[in-house]
């Protein structure tokens, strides 16, 4: 099955994100942001903002004198002996962080073997998790986590999940017509979050952006009770723009 990779936003700031680490961990002894600048070749702003995020992520140090060295996260990923609890925790932590900073629910999707599945999420008495009513592998179609999906595959690869999956009515606003749905698909920016619209769920509205890490396709996700409804494009904008650290600890 093909997919349909296009570099989005979170996809280059994990690559500007690798070559910081890279060039930090080169250096055992520290190493100031003036060399960093020169070594990866980024802006100074552009380095500043990644520097920030790395050092909330717990992927890089700054010792007194204001050099660089590689921090606990990334030993935690980089040691093969139990490196996927490890990439469990550390991106748990990143998406409870969101949960707070969005006051939403956050989800972590993935497409495995043909199928919809939530891998983790972070919920809350004051975010609350989508209520599955109906289980996500059968109604992609419907949400916004399994059309940021099946957006990134082939065209044939949508026919053949839809194929396997009947397009249920679920609420009034739901999509059953595979033409309208693939069409939707196939002209969808892959920069642009997808939306949930009370499509899967009435009360329940949610987005999703792309976290693709090499062939496995993924995807970060987030509802709010639909009287949130109003703050649903601005949470999935700083979604998107803070779907770097998930993504770079898939790819580390």
């Known amino acids: 099955m093909a997919l349909m990779h296009e570099p989005t936003a979170p996809y280059h700031s994990v690559q500007d994100a690798l070559r910081v680490l890279e060039t930090v961990a080169g250096h055992t002894t520290g190493v100031t942001d003036t060399e960093l600048a020169?070594?990866?070749?980024?802006?100074?702003?552009?380095?500043?903002?990644?520097?920030?995020?790395?050092?909330?992520?717990?992927?890089?140090?700054?010792l007194t004198d204001g050099a660089y060295v590689t921090g606990e996260a990334l030993g935690r990923l980089g040691s093969a002996a139990g490196r996927d609890q490890a990439v469990r925790k550390q991106i748990q932590r990143t998406l409870d962080r969101l949960?707070?900073?969005?006051?939403?629910?956050?989800y972590v999707s993935r497409y495995v073997d043909g199928e919809v599945t939530i891998t983790q999420?972070?919920?809350?008495?004051?975010?609350p998790a989508v209520n599955e009513w109906v289980d996500f592998r059968f109604s992609a179609h419907a949400t916004a986590l399994g059309k940021s999906l099946l957006g990134q595959l082939d065209h044939n690869g949508r026919r053949d999940h839809l194929s396997r999956h009947k397009m249920a009515r679920l609420t009034s606003r739901t999509i059953t017509s595979d033409k309208l749905l693939l069409s939707r698909l196939e002209t969808q920016p892959p920069t642009v979050p997808h939306l949930d619209l009370q499509e899967y769920a009435l009360g329940t509205v949610c987005a999703a952006v792309p976290i693709t890490a090499g062939s496995s396709v993924g995807c970060l996700a987030l509802s709010l009770p639909v009287e949130h409804a109003h703050r649903l494009r601005q949470a999935a904008d700083t979604l998107n723009r803070e779907a770097g650290p998930v993504l770079l600890s898939l790819a580390i």
């Open 38 to 62: 020169r070594r990866t070749g980024l802006g100074v702003e552009r380095l500043t903002i990644l520097l920030r995020t790395l050092r909330r992520e717990g992927y890089v140090e700054q």
């Open 99 to 106: 949960r707070d900073s969005l006051g939403a629910a956050v």
């Open 121 to 127: 999420y972070a919920a809350g008495p004051t975010a």
